[in-house]
Structure formats: structure tokens, C-alpha cells
């Protein structure tokens, strides 16, 4: 039976992770798990395809090991016993730097996708649609686990070029309800600044919006913008000549008083990728950079549904938008 539906994904699922596959493995289905390979914490961590909960009877086992010169090594277990290894020796992970992980599942095999870019192909070697469980561990932080459902492309191509995070409320490891409305899907890997769009239905609590890009290396400033009309709700601006992250809002052209103050160092960098991740709640923004809780913003502006556009610009290079 194919899937109808989009499972809702887990988000920010604590290591190490095991989870349902609603309604299992469905030729088309994609899976993409988003997080950051950790510092001094292990050489290797794994994404695993089982049947149920033990893990005696892996389907594929996909493992980036950063020894050697780094490589990923792909497998199969059945009946507690592993298969003949197949390595690919190259390592497409950087550890500290966020990372968008894809599996799509064909009738033959897993195509594997690292940040848009095709990586590998594994041949099914057991029936994939006894696959029901997904489990992670090692030296990774995840961000989030979202699933894509078959009929959104075909099964025989790799989606390189798209990608599609459901809106989640903010508890760790937790399933949740499908959003109000769906999220945007905009081009990957680049697009053009400044960057305006729509935030379909505006906000509202458990809304979230993420912005992923790469820092210029002479960069001085750029801005992350949710505007209402001509008005700026909230204004997320990373000064590189100041060393700080403003934030304000804008109402009838006039700036308000400006929010600093971080309980941590500069979270941005020249010349290394970032993710933001901006969670709408009832009386505030929460504002997270690679996995990391930064800040909250509380509303000035009440009529959250009437926040209804996105604005990027500035010196980065956007890779990543999700409304």
C-alpha cells in the first residue's frame, strides 16, 4: 500500500535515536536527517534501516567512520550476522559543520544524497519493505528527521535539488500533528539576493522557518527579516565588524530599541555554513544557529498571522529556505 501521507518528523531526537517508520519503507519514500557531526566524541556514528526494534536484522547500515583518510561504509545484517562491506572511500561529512542527509528509496536500492549532492547507491539485499524502524547513533547531534512521501518525484531519480521539513512544535523526540499549512519547497543549492518571499498562512505558535546558507569570507553584515507589510517584525541582523547579532523590529519606518546580548560567543563565521532556525511561539521567537539554542525574541508586534513574508539579503551565499 503507498503511502498517502507525510509522517511528521522527529525533531531534535536525542542520541542514540531509534523511531517508527510509519507504514514502513514505500518505494519513493524519502528520509532526511539533518545535524552536525560532533568534536571528540568517537570517530563514526550510523543511520540504520532495521526491521523492529532489535538489531539483529539490518536492512542498510550506513556508516561514516572518520579514520584513516575518512570513508562511509555500507552493509547488511541478517540474522545477527553482517554481509560483505561495501566502502566508499570518501568522507563527506565535516565535523562541526551542519549536514543534510538523504536517503531515497527505489525498487533496487538506497540512493544517498550529502547536502544535495549525490553519494552513493546501495542495492536493496533483503526486501525493503520489511523495514520499519530507523535508528541512529554515534558522534552526531541531530537536528531533525523528516519524511517525504512517494509521488512527489520519481522513484528512479535522486531529488538533489529539493527539500521539505515539516513544521513541528519543539519538544525533543516527539511525533507531532502535520502543520497547518505546508511548508514552502524553494530551489537548492543557491539562489539570488536579496531573497523575498511568502510565509503561506503567516505565524502562529509551533511555526517554524529555517534559513541555511554559507558566510562570504570578507563578510561584514547580513540580515534575516519577517516582515509584515512594509513593517519588520523581527529583524536578525549578524554584524561581523561589531561582533554581534542585532535584533529589532521596524514599525512605520522607525527602528525600536535593539536587542544584543547572546549567552554565548558569535555563533556565525566567515567562510563556514550556517543553519537558523526560527521557532514561533505564543509570546516569542526562539532562535536556534546549528542545533544550538541562541535567543528569544519576545513579539512586538501582536498580529502574528499578518507576519507574512520572509527577507533574506546580504553577505552569505543562501542555500536552504523552509517557510
Known amino acids: ?15 542514540p535515536f531509534s523511531g ?18 560532533l568534536y571528540n566524541q568517537g570517530t563514526r556514528f550510523a543511520v540504520n534501516f532495521h526491521s523492529g526494534p532489535s538489531d539483529k536484522d ?9 579514520e584513516e583518510s575518512g570513508y562511509v561504509v555500507c552493509n547488511t545484517k541478517q540474522n545477527g550476522s553482517w554481509g560483505p562491506e561495501e566502502r566508499k572511500m570518501s568522507m563527506p561529512f565535516q565535523k562541526g559543520i551542519p549536514f543534510e542527509l538523504s536517503f531515497l528509496v527505489g ?5 544517498v544524497m550529502v547536502n544535495g549532492s549525490h553519494f552513493v547507491q546501495y542495492s536493496h539485499r533483503v526486501p525493503f519493505h520489511r523495514v520499519d524502524t530507523l535508528s541512529i547513533s554515534g558522534a552526531v547531534h541531530l537536528s531533525s528527521i523528516s519524511f517525504q ?29 502535520n502543520p ?5 519547497v524553494y530551489p537548492n543549492p543557491s539562489y539570488s539576493l536579496p531573497f523575498f518571499t511568502s ?9 517554524s522557518i529555517i534559513v541555511s546558507g554559507t558566510v562570504l569570507p570578507c563578510a561584514q553584515r547580513f540580515h534575516i527579516n519577517l516582515r509584515s507589510g512594509s513593517d519588520i517584525a523581527f529583524h536578525l541582523n549578524p ?3 561589531e561582533n554581534a547579532v542585532v535584533r529589532n523590529t521596524q514599525i512605520n519606518s522607525s527602528w525600536g530599541a535593539e536587542e544584543r546580548s547572546l549567552p554565548r560567543n558569535m555563533p556565525f563565521v566567515r567562510g563556514q555554513s550556517f543553519s537558523v532556525w526560527i521557532m514561533c511561539e505564543g509570546h516569542c521567537l526562539k532562535v536556534s544557529v546549528d542545533g544550538q539554542h541562541l535567543f528569544e525574541y519576545y513579539h512586538r508586534m501582536k498580529n502574528l498571522p499578518a507576519i507574512n513574508n520572509l527577507e533574506v539579503a546580504g553577505d552569505i551565499q543562501l542555500t536552504h529556505v523552509q517557510t
Do not use: E
Not at 156 to 175: K, L, R
Open 58 to 66: 539490518i536492512a542498510f547500515h550506513f556508516n561514516p567512520r572518520f
Open 199 to 207: 510565509i503561506p498562512g503567516g505565524l502562529y505558535p509551533s511555526r
Open 107 to 111: 525498487s533496487c536500492d538506497f540512493k
Open 239 to 241: 554584524r561581523f565588524d
Open 149 to 177: 512521501p512517494p509521488g512527489m518525484w520519481p522513484a528512479n531519480s535522486a531529488p538533489i535539488t529539493q527539500t521539505v521539513i515539516h513544521t513541528v512544535h519543539s519538544t525533543p523526540g516527539q511525533m507531532f500533528p
Open 20 to 37: 517508527k517508520i510509519q507504514g514502513g519503507l514505500q518505494d519513493g519514500l524519502k528520509i532526511t536527517v539533518t545535524g552536525t557531526v
Open 1 to 15: 500500500m503507498a503511502l498517502n501521507y507525510s509522517q511528521p518528523p522527529y525533531l531534535n531526537p536525542v542520541i
Open 180 to 184: 497547518v499549512t505546508p511548508p514552502m
